[in-house]
């Protein structure tokens, strides 16, 4: 089956720095990706929706100047948290949908920040 | 807002089927119903999606009356290992998925 591979699954970094994290389709092309937050025992918050060649859609109340978002290809996505702080700690998950099918999506493992 | 509920939990025993039950009643006509299932620290892994009716795979199946309001995702014989959360997604494939609260289920031996 289509595999999403997410990259790092956990990093810890520390408080102001900035993080990237990468979302690849491993065998299927996806022009739109998505960005998904997590805390504890809550659900998935959807983030912004990352299109391939042209600016991502931001939920409202996400910053986007905070979380930058890339998808300079049709397999690639990339979140960068800039200046990272400890509020910003959480479980990020991306997902892509295979532009052939457009049926269902494909999940990521998920990255989880931790920022000091 | 999601367009899906589902209860918020579930209690079982190994080797017990499990039916858990989602309503979306403002389904739009080309919407699928997708049920992923998430174990912590994970993401989520796809199960099974059907449009109408009945579709069965490996792992589960899907029941979904006519008016689609509602569908039944229904485990076998569950196992420890099924402890998860399932969530029940109503969309159109292409567009931004909203997540619901999802069902956590909890198997027992």
């Known amino acids: 089956g289509a595999v999403v591979s997410q990259h790092p699954s956990r990093v810890i970094c520390k408080s102001g720095t900035s993080v990237k994290i990468e979302c690849r389709s491993l065998d299927f092309q996806a022009t739109t990706m998505f960005w998904y937050r997590q805390f504890p025992k809550q659900s998935l918050m959807l983030m912004a929706t990352?299109?391939?060649?042209?600016?991502?859609?931001?939920e409202q109340g996400v910053e986007k100047d905070k979380f930058l978002i890339n998808h300079a290809s049709l397999t690639l996505s990339t979140l960068t948290v800039t200046s990272a702080h400890p509020e910003d700690s959480s479980f990020y998950i991306c997902?892509?949908?295979?532009?052939?099918?457009?049926?269902?999506?494909?999940f990521g493992s998920g990255t989880q920040l931790s920022v000091l | 807002l999601a367009k899906t509920t589902q209860p918020i939990s579930m209690d079982s025993y190994e080797g017990q089927e499990v039916n858990i039950t989602c309503s979306h009643n403002n389904i739009a006509t080309n919407d699928y119903i997708t049920w992923y299932q998430q174990f912590p620290s994970q993401g989520p892994r796809f199960i099974i999606q059907?449009?109408?009716t009945k579709v069965t795979n490996e792992v589960a199946s899907l029941f979904i009356p006519a008016d689609r309001k509602s569908s039944t995702l229904s485990l076998p014989r569950v196992s420890l290992s099924d402890t998860a959360v399932y969530y029940c997604?109503?969309?159109?494939?292409?567009?931004?998925?909203?997540f619901g609260a999802g069902t956590r289920l909890f198997v027992k031996a």
């Open positions: 059907g449009y109408k």
């Open positions: 997902s892509a949908i295979d532009s052939a099918t457009n049926e269902k999506l494909f």
């Open positions: 990352s299109n391939e060649g042209s600016k991502a859609t931001y």
């Open positions: 997604l109503a969309d159109t494939g292409g567009f931004k998925t909203i």
